[in-house]
């Protein structure tokens, strides 16, 4: 099974790790050593604000002015499997994937990421952020004139109650902490819906197109509301 689906052309990450397998994450385990968290990514049980968030399946996610959403689909599944925000030059990926009821995993996949990232010829840095420890990738890529050349990617993870939500900022917010602040507030207000069923750890919860902004709380009517098809979310195909 692999760690992540591949991503298209502009995914940072579409590295494919080969994983033994392992037992479904069962409703009636342990419960779970995950530290308790003080800040979002927020599971839909832990949701207490009336922050419009748009439906995309696994992830609710937020609006910020300006933004354009994209949701990535692979042409041969028909399966959505990313969505990508972009705003003022920089970019922000996110998946959300199972994860085991007993403990974490983004340790494990911050160290297989560096692997697999090094073995391609690029470098890492494994560094504190907002979020905990976080990489900040070098990835080779070709120029226009066929030289190899690196992009800059910042490589961020929540672990939460059964899941695990990853991000990848490329850009200006890869590289200068100001541009990134936004995409990071907004990571930080997602929301993940899991889902009670049993799945294998690292299994890709599933995506969908958007449909418009929804509040859980009830609206109110001077609070205007944030509806990404006002601008219509791009579909990128990854073949």
Request: hydrophobic fraction near 40%.
């Amino acid at each position: 099974m692999g760690l992540f689906r591949r991503g298209g052309k502009d995914t940072a990450a579409d590295e494919v790790v080969e994983t033994e397998s392992v037992p479904l994450d069962e409703p009636g385990d342990a419960e779970p050593s995950v530290p308790a968290r003080t800040a979002g990514p927020w599971d839909e049980a832990e949701v207490t604000d009336d922050i419009p968030r748009v439906d995309l399946g696994a992830i609710r996610l937020p609006g910020l002015p300006g933004m354009e959403l994209r949701m990535e689909i692979d042409k041969a599944t028909n399966v959505v499997s990313a969505a990508s925000v972009l705003l003022d030059g920089s970019s922000l990926q996110v998946q959300a994937f199972a994860a085991p009821r007993s403990e974490g995993i983004w340790d494990e996949i911050r160290e297989e990421i560096a692997e697999s990232v090094t073995a391609q010829g690029g470098s890492v840095d494994d560094i504190p952020g907002p979020f905990g420890r976080e990489l900040l990738a070098r990835l080779p890529v070709k120029t226009p004139e066929g030289r190899t050349g690196h992009r800059p990617a910042r490589f961020i993870g929540a672990d939460g109650p059964r899941w695990f939500l990853r991000g990848v900022i490329t850009g200006k917010g890869a590289v200068e902490p100001g541009a990134a602040e936004a995409l990071e507030q907004l990571f930080a207000r997602i929301v993940v819906v899991r889902g009670t069923e049993a799945r294998p750890p690292r299994d890709l919860l599933a995506l969908k197109l958007p449909g418009p902004a929804q509040a859980p709380a009830e609206p109110a009517t001077e609070k205007p509301t944030f509806d990404p098809l006002t601008r219509g979310p791009e579909i990128t195909e990854i073949r």
